[in-house]
């Protein structure tokens, strides 16, 4: 075999490796944002779909469904997110079954108000805790995404992320790719609901208009 033979084998051999290695690494990083992106995606759905049964089971449980209403919607959504309701010498709690009251003033004649405040303390622990897990999730998605210089910039450039997988559903509506991210952390760190629920409808979170024109 000749000298030249050899190291043309040899050659291909190396470039055939390097080939199948890079192929692999860009393989790997597809992968990863793929798992990452659909986790996100169900994630944000489930913080929805949350506030969702959060809401429908205030009034079934307490047995008030014709008082339903769109304000009342609001408050409740807004006690969920964190958002506080007391005023100077008032605790929060009594702030927050006052707000109800004044949406709906025939609440008032109703022995309620203890389950009521179970019901919406335990609902804010809960959503509390998926809110932390959506934006941990978030968090992990960007650190690997920013994870060196080389690699945020193939991970960018090349594989693109965030792709079009990356989706975050709002009502009938569907954005992807970065835009989509922004909206997950909107809902994430938004401390109040805006119109949340399209036509009295009892649908996914929505952001409010004033949210929408945030970019």
């Known amino acids: 075999m000749s000298k ?28 990863e944002s793929v798992l990452q992106e659909t986790a996100l995606n169900a994630q944000y759905l489930a913080n929805q779909n949350y506030l969702s049964f959060y809401i429908s ?32 010498g008032q605790s929060d709690q009594a702030a927050f079954i006052n707000a109800v009251v ?16 179970d019901y919406v303390t335990a609902g804010r622990e809960g959503y509390r805790a998926v809110q932390d897990k959506l934006l941990d999730m978030l968090k992990r998605y960007d650190a690997w995404r920013q994870d060196g210089y080389i690699q945020s ?20 509506d569907v954005v ?25 409808i009892m649908e996914p979170l929505m952001p409010g208009p004033s949210e929408k024109k945030k970019d």
């Open 4 to 31: 030249g033979l050899v190291v043309s084998i040899v050659l291909l051999v190396t470039i055939t490796g390097v080939a199948v290695g890079i192929y692999g690494y860009m393989n790997s990083l597809r992968s």
């Open 57 to 88: 089971g205030f009034y079934e449980q307490l047995g008030i469904v014709k008082y339903k209403s769109d304000k009342l919607n609001e408050i409740l959504v807004d006690y969920a997110k964190g958002r506080s309701f007391g005023k100077a």
């Open 102 to 117: 004044e949406a709906v003033p025939d609440l008032k004649g109703l022995d309620i108000a203890d389950k009521m405040m």
């Open 153 to 172: 910039w193939i991970i960018e450039h090349i594989v693109g992320v965030p792709s079009n997988r990356l989706q975050a559903r709002i009502g009938d």
């Open 176 to 200: 992807e790719g970065e835009e989509a991210r922004k909206y997950m952390y909107r809902i994430v760190l938004a401390s109040q609901a805006k119109d949340a629920y399209k036509s009295g």
